[in-house]
């Protein structure tokens, strides 16, 4: 297997989450001969980063390339601050030569990787059903069970697009990784870049409402832009009100410790134990409250002889 722009497993090289990020999600795309991926950290207001993309080329039928897909979905990125930070969701284009093998995949991971099967449905096809933003209708396979994500991409390039015009940072702006000196990083080099804008739109008019529609440039891969919107529509997958919602992270402080267990509530019977008056052969004395001994609920009806 051939691996491009693969993230590395130690802990410096997973440190590339921002600041400012609120959620992460991961946005996959299926090919013949391997898989595209990118890293979409989310902050307030949808202002964006993309510290990470690549490629994984290999054989299909092989597990080795399913493997290096599931060891980035299933990686902890950090933060310089040493928050860990997992994917609130990811999304996988189940479309292509592969698509019962990407369904078991997502079948064996949908919840341990939280990953959706999802499949762009844009142009004449959109024009009916169910809307939700990006979302459109979902369809379950019948042979997996597996249920799959309709995409509008007209809808989610469109937002893409007035994303990556605004020239400010800020709300709404997508930022990409560049090194001290302008080397590449995160695998953004010109043609990972390019692939962002290799697709134009136009306007036309559809039962008397004016649509638009978006269009492949000849000659040009647009790659990373499909892992962009699936990005995105594993934003909108997650339900995260990315404005309102708590840090989707674990601090640093408690990186590496096991969740507190909580205290279980105490059934009902025997509430405490009370020392056995003159004790000194450590005897106690089990109080009982029984459900007759119950204090009575202040609502409700309750009856009462009439005085007069």
């Given at each position: 297997?051939?691996?491009?722009?693969?993230?590395?497993?130690?802990?410096?090289?997973?440190?590339?989450?921002?600041?400012?990020?609120?959620?992460?999600?991961i946005?996959?795309?299926?090919?013949?001969?391997?898989?595209?991926?990118?890293?979409?950290?989310?902050?307030?207001?949808?202002?964006?980063?993309?510290?990470?993309?690549?490629?994984?080329?290999?054989?299909?039928?092989?597990?080795?390339?399913?493997?290096?897909?599931?060891?980035?979905?299933?990686?902890?990125?950090?933060?310089?601050?040493?928050?860990?930070y997992?994917?609130?969701?990811?999304a996988?284009?189940?479309?292509?030569?592969?698509?019962?093998?990407?369904?078991?995949?997502?079948?064996?991971?949908?919840?341990?990787?939280?990953?959706?099967?999802?499949?762009?449905?844009?142009?004449?096809?959109?024009?009916?059903?169910?809307?939700?933003?990006?979302?459109?209708?979902?369809?379950?396979?019948?042979?997996?069970?597996?249920?799959?994500?309709?995409?509008?991409?007209?809808?989610?390039?469109?937002q893409?697009?007035n994303?990556?015009?605004?020239?400010?940072?800020?709300?709404?702006?997508?930022?990409?990784p560049?090194?001290?000196?302008?080397e590449?990083?995160?695998?953004?080099?010109?043609?990972?870049?390019?692939?962002?804008?290799?697709?134009?739109?136009r306007?036309?008019?559809?039962?008397?409402?004016?649509?638009?529609?978006?269009y492949k440039?000849?000659?040009?891969?647009?790659?990373r832009?499909?892992?962009?919107?699936?990005?995105?529509?594993?934003?909108s997958?997650?339900?995260?009100k990315?404005?309102?919602?708590?840090?989707?992270?674990?601090?640093?402080?408690?990186?590496?410790?096991?969740?507190e267990?909580?205290?279980?509530?105490?059934?009902?019977?025997?509430?405490?134990?009370?020392?056995?008056?003159?004790?000194?052969?450590?005897?106690?004395?089990?109080?009982?409250?029984?459900?007759e001994?119950?204090?009575?609920?202040?609502?409700?009806?309750?009856?009462?002889?009439?005085?007069?």
């Amino acid at each position: 297997m051939n691996e491009e722009n693969v993230s590395a497993e130690g802990a410096s090289e997973r440190t590339i989450v921002p600041k400012g990020t609120v959620a992460i999600t991961i946005g996959a795309d299926s090919q013949s001969d391997g898989f595209y991926y990118l890293l979409a950290c989310w902050g307030r207001k949808m202002e964006c980063w993309l510290p990470l993309t690549g490629r994984f080329v290999g054989d299909m039928r092989s597990h080795e390339v399913w493997d290096a897909l599931s060891g980035v979905l299933g990686t902890e990125w950090l933060d310089h601050e040493g928050n860990l930070y997992r994917p609130v969701c990811a999304a996988l284009d189940i479309q292509g030569d592969h698509y019962p093998e990407c369904l078991e995949y997502v079948r064996a991971h949908r919840f341990k990787g939280r990953l959706h099967a999802v499949r762009g449905y844009g142009g004449a096809k959109a024009s009916g059903g169910r809307s939700f933003g990006i979302l459109r209708n979902t369809y379950v396979d019948k042979t997996t069970g597996v249920t799959v994500q309709n995409v509008d991409t007209d809808v989610g390039k469109s937002q893409l697009a007035n994303m990556l015009a605004r020239k400010e940072p800020g709300p709404g702006y997508v930022h990409l990784p560049c090194g001290v000196n302008g080397e590449v990083a995160g695998g953004w080099d010109i043609e990972a870049v390019a692939e962002l804008t290799a697709e134009y739109r136009r306007e036309m008019n559809v039962r008397g409402y004016t649509v638009t529609r978006w269009y492949k440039r000849m000659g040009r891969a647009n790659h990373r832009l499909d892992c962009f919107l699936y990005g995105l529509g594993a934003l909108s997958i997650s339900r995260l009100k990315i404005d309102e919602c708590a840090l989707q992270r674990v601090e640093a402080k408690n990186v590496g410790k096991e969740p507190e267990k909580k205290e279980q509530p105490v059934k009902w019977g025997v509430v405490s134990r009370a020392p056995l008056p003159n004790d000194t052969d450590g005897w106690q004395q089990a109080v009982t409250t029984r459900p007759e001994d119950k204090p009575r609920s202040p609502w409700g009806a309750i009856n009462r002889p009439i005085e007069w």
